[in-house]
């Protein structure tokens, strides 16, 4: 028996040491070229040009991370599985259920300017739950789910656009600002009890299509472990998007859920960490 709360909670703060220690390697990095940075722009002159400014506060470097010409493979994958058996969580009692989850995002992208990349990811993600008992009691009532299975298929499509900014004169760690345009689509089919008619077990089944649009803001960093191969860990700030849902139940009724969203936070569901080769 497995604990499935214990190995999310596990993963996640694996996850939050591993920002932490790449946030502070980068502030070490960035500290040594921050008081020369201060000095240059309080004394720059004030009637710079628009590429001046922007090359006095950072956003263009000299200093040469990603070369014109080149070409960037990598992607990003996770796999996870659980099975319950009689396990209870808070209020709810004798789970049972088992499931998993895959995720696979490859990407290749081209660099048609220095420290700048054009790139194309594709994403495809599959996961199972099957619920076959669970219990609920609250101040004496009692709500049981005897079967509940769903599987769902997802598919990304994303163009996307990367300004590298290198930490000072550092050739192994830069900052990136990774602007995207995805498009998603998917599928879900789901079967569960419903009640019992005239002796016998009643069912429902529903099918449903999804498609979504979004444009976000997924800022980065990245880091060189050898000539070729670095490590990405980057969230997402930003996104506006629209989301379409049809669905269809037990093959006689249908319904349609479309939503819009916006939203300027961290999104930590959106934590990405990868590997990338530069070719």
Not at 238 to 243: I, L, S, W
Request: net charge neutral; with cysteine; hydrophobic share 40%.
């Amino acid at each position: 028996m497995y604990d499935c709360h214990y190995l999310i909670c596990l993963f996640s703060m694996k996850k939050f040491y591993l920002i932490v220690v790449l946030l502070l390697s980068v502030l070490s990095l960035s500290a040594k070229n921050g008081k020369a940075m201060s000095e240059g722009i309080a004394n720059a002159d004030s009637h710079l040009t628009a590429n001046e400014a922007r090359k006095y506060r950072g956003f263009v470097s000299d200093n040469l991370f990603v070369p014109k010409g080149q070409w960037i493979f990598g992607g990003k994958a996770s796999y996870s599985a659980h099975r319950n058996s009689d396990y209870t969580f808070t209020l709810i009692n004798d789970i049972d259920s088992k499931g998993y989850n895959l995720d696979v995002s490859p990407m290749i992208a081209y660099a048609p300017w220095n420290n700048m990349a054009l790139g194309v990811r594709f994403g495809y993600g599959r996961s199972l739950i099957s619920l076959d008992n669970s219990s609920l009691t609250v101040s004496g009532a009692d709500m049981t789910v005897d079967m509940f299975h769903q599987i769902k298929h997802t598919y990304t499509g994303s163009l996307f656009w990367r300004p590298y900014i290198p930490l000072g004169n550092s050739s192994r760690f830069a900052f990136f600002a990774e602007v995207q345009l995805n498009m998603s689509g998917g599928q879900s089919k789901t079967i569960a009890e419903t009640s019992v008619i005239d002796g016998m077990q009643d069912y429902r089944g529903t099918y449903a299509q999804h498609f979504g649009a979004q444009i976000a803001l997924q800022p980065g960093i990245v880091a060189f472990v050898t000539n070729n191969a670095a490590v990405e860990l980057s969230i997402g700030v930003f996104g506006v998007g629209f989301d379409r849902t049809h669905q269809i139940k037990n093959q006689l009724t249908e319904g349609n859920i479309t939503t819009l969203d916006t939203n300027f936070k961290l999104n930590l569901l959106s934590v990405g960490f990868g590997m990338s080769f530069y070719l």
